[in-house]
Nanobody, 115 residues
Framework: QVQLVESGGGLVQAGGSLRLSCAAS????????MGWYRQAPGKQRELAAR???????NYADSVKGRVTISRDNAKNTVYLQMNSLKPEDTAVYYC?????????WGQGTQVTVSS
């Protein structure tokens, strides 16, 4: 059973920073890729950032240059460092992992950016 637990969300002013964490149950080596998706009110869930088991990363254009995804294999944790936050970054952020073509989701963590 795969469990992903997000933390680190909260309320921050525009221009501020947050670091989200996604702790996985067991080793993250088994996942082909892990990522962070986000869903704003009334909008579809979208990919924000993704990292593969080999360390390759890709980012949505909307966050590129402001966000960094990283992984700590020893801690079985993936991070999303978000800087220069904007009100439009307000969303529920979900951790996602893929293993053998099967996707798993965390419960989400709310990020609210005030103007």
């Amino acid at each position: 059973q795969v469990q992903l637990v997000e933390s680190g969300g909260g309320l921050v002013q525009a221009g501020g920073s947050l670091r989200l964490s996604c702790a996985a149950s067991g080793s993250i080596y088994r996942f082909n890729a892990m990522g962070w998706y986000r869903q704003a009110p009334g909008k579809q869930r979208e990919l924000a950032a993704r990292i593969t088991s080999g360390g390759s990363t890709n980012y949505a254009d909307s966050v590129k240059g402001r966000v960094t995804i990283s992984r700590d294999n020893a801690k079985n944790t993936v991070y999303l460092q978000m800087n220069s936050l904007k009100p439009e970054d307000t969303a529920v952020y979900y951790c996602h992992a893929v293993q053998y073509g099967v996707g798993y989701w965390g419960q989400g963590t709310q990020v609210t950016v005030s103007s």
